[in-house]
């Protein structure tokens, strides 16, 4: 919107005519390379046993008999409400766990309450934590300790304090400089600020990124539940699709999966119009 | 008097909502058999561990061309997802946007199979691939493609909503048509943001992807899996590196990108 509205002028006063082009220049780029990798990638996949048209036959067949003929088989609906209850609990330690955490993290992260490089040193080490994907936290804490339940909260909790770290910090920095001052003139010390400026002015919104969070992980503790074995509803999944080859159940297990996921979705849209200014998304 | 039972009540509602916290997680604590200390007196000796066997040795480094490979797969996988899912979100989007859709039908529609697509996770779409297209790139390509859809919609709906309604006004008053509209006032006009959420989805693929190729056995989640149950920790560490750098890398690109047209 900007390039096309935005008039650039040159050193001697014209106006440049040329200032839009490097936007466009790097979107047509992006555009171009991205579409050359997609070519790339089709010829390049490895198909090896791939029958096209059986495929998506039996895919047909598969998602009609998982999503209209759903039953559980292997287990009945006592143990099913369990298992998707530790899915729910492990999410929810791994929020609860990492938004206390990343409470205090972000206060160290928080440019208008600590020094330059504190701040530096704690994104670059949380760049790291996020550029490893959660499902190899999880089973390198698996090996490394053995844990269970704890390598799965463990390593679902490493994501979440780079995601809410992110979001704390900057709730922290838009809090109105004039409070922060004014109560340093009373001769206020820095945990006074933040206790009686900084987290009155910002809970509301603290708990809504939680919230936010709390969305993410029941997603990616299905997925551990899955990949890793951290038990739950996902791992359920799991033996139902690859060991039971149970289509019915897998669509059951899917059904019971949807419905929480689209709860927890209504809740955060909600808490998303009712707390966050319109600029803000996920 | 009024503003001490204010801040009274206030404080009350804190004490509650805090209380509500503690017994909720202490239930979750008891339902995942998790010990919170137990976990955190084990997480130096976890560090301990990673630092000593997760390093990276020479034997390992002969397994490179291997891992390199799988990882040029996984990326290039991530992104073919990406842009094709792009393809379709991008009329799912204009179908789906109170601005510029259609009808209210078609907008109900456009937003059902998002969310459909969306929250049925990634790893439900996998394992049903597997079972019919079997371990190949095209089941991890088609999981992610899925997931892709359901989120680019989302986001391109708001986008569209968000930008401003004044060009479309300005090309409907000079008689353009719909397709017209679509192509030279909409699609121009939301293509940053646009491109902004693709590079994002790309760099969250790629660490989907990791997750994908666990469950159905390609690319480097495979690589991964494969070194993770024989204990070769040495593979696991040099696999972990290569992630985080590719991952890295296409971070900051990505972030330079944006800058230059946001």
């Known amino acids: 919107m900007q390039a096309t509205t935005h008039m650039k002028r040159r050193s001697d006063g014209r106006i440049s005519i040329k200032s839009g082009n490097e936007v466009q220049l790097i979107m047509q780029l992006t555009i171009l390379i991205l579409t050359v990798l997609t070519v790339l990638a089709f010829l390049f996949f490895d198909y090896t046993g791939l029958d096209i048209q059986r495929a998506i036959k039996e895919t047909a067949y598969n998602l009609r008999v998982m999503f209209l003929e759903p039953a559980l088989s292997h287990f009945g609906w006592g143990e099913a409400f369990h298992q998707v209850g530790i899915t729910l609990g492990l999410a929810f330690l791994s929020t609860i766990l990492g938004a206390v955490l990343s409470f205090f993290l972000a206060l160290s992260a928080a440019t208008n309450l600590t020094n330059e490089w504190i701040t530096k040193i704690v994104r670059i080490f949380l760049a790291f934590i996020r550029a490893v994907p959660t499902v190899l936290w999880v089973l390198i804490f698996a090996i490394a300790a053995g844990l269970g339940s704890e390598a799965a909260v463990l390593g679902m909790l490493f994501h979440s304090i ?30 006074h600020i933040v206790v009686h400026a900084i987290l009155p002015s910002t809970f509301t919104y603290l708990m809504s990124w939680t919230f936010l969070r709390f969305e993410i992980n029941f997603a990616v503790a299905v997925a551990m539940g899955a990949a890793a074995g951290a038990g739950g509803i996902g791992f359920e999944l799991f033996m139902a699709s690859s060991f039971y080859f149970d289509l019915r159940e897998v669509g059951m297990i899917t ?23 319109a600029s803000i998304k996920n | 008097m009024n503003e001490n039972r204010m801040r009274y009540k206030k404080n009350q509602q804190m004490i509650v909502v805090v209380l509500l916290l503690a017994l909720v997680t202490y239930l979750s604590s008891v339902l995942t058999d998790f010990n919170i200390l137990h976990g955190l007196a084990t997480l130096p000796e976890a560090f301990i561990w990673i630092f000593s066997n997760l390093v990276v040795t020479e034997e390992s480094l002969e397994r490179m061309p291997t891992i390199l490979d799988k990882l040029v797969e996984t990326i290039l996988m991530s992104i073919a997802a990406t842009t094709t899912a792009t393809i379709l979100s991008l009329f799912l989007g204009v179908m789906g946007s109170k601005s510029v859709g259609t009808s209210k039908l078609l907008g109900i529609l456009a937003r059902f199979i ?149």
Request: glycine share 6%.
């Open chain 2, 114 to 262: 998002a969310s459909l697509s969306r929250n049925i996770p990634v790893v439900a779409w996998a394992l049903i691939l597997l079972l019919s297209f079997g371990q190949n790139s095209l089941t991890g390509y088609l999981a992610l493609f899925v997931g892709s859809v359901g989120f680019l919609t989302r986001a391109f709906i708001e986008v569209i909503d968000e930008s401003s309604q004044s060009a479309v006004e300005a090309l409907q008053a000079t008689g353009a048509t719909y397709i017209q509209i679509i192509m030279k006032a909409v699609i121009p006009e939301c293509l940053p943001q646009m491109i902004s959420w693709i590079l994002f989805m790309i760099e969250t693929n790629i660490r989907n992807a990791t997750l994908v190729g666990i469950l159905t056995g390609t690319g480097i989640g495979y690589t991964f899996d494969l070194y993770y149950k024989t204990l070769n920790y040495h593979g696991v560490a040099l696999v972990t590196v290569s992630i985080v750098v590719a991952v890295i890398l296409i971070e900051l690109l990505s972030n330079h990108v944006r800058k230059v047209i946001l």
């Open chain 1, 255 to 277: 059904y019971m999966i949807l419905v929480l996921a689209i709860i927890l979705e209504v809740i955060s849209t909600l808490l998303k119009n009712r707390y966050f200014p």
């Open chain 1, 162 to 191: 780079a995601y809410l770290v992110k979001a704390f910090s900057e709730a922290f920095e838009e809090v109105d400089k004039g409070i922060i001052e004014a109560l340093r003139a009373t001769g206020a010390g820095w945990w």
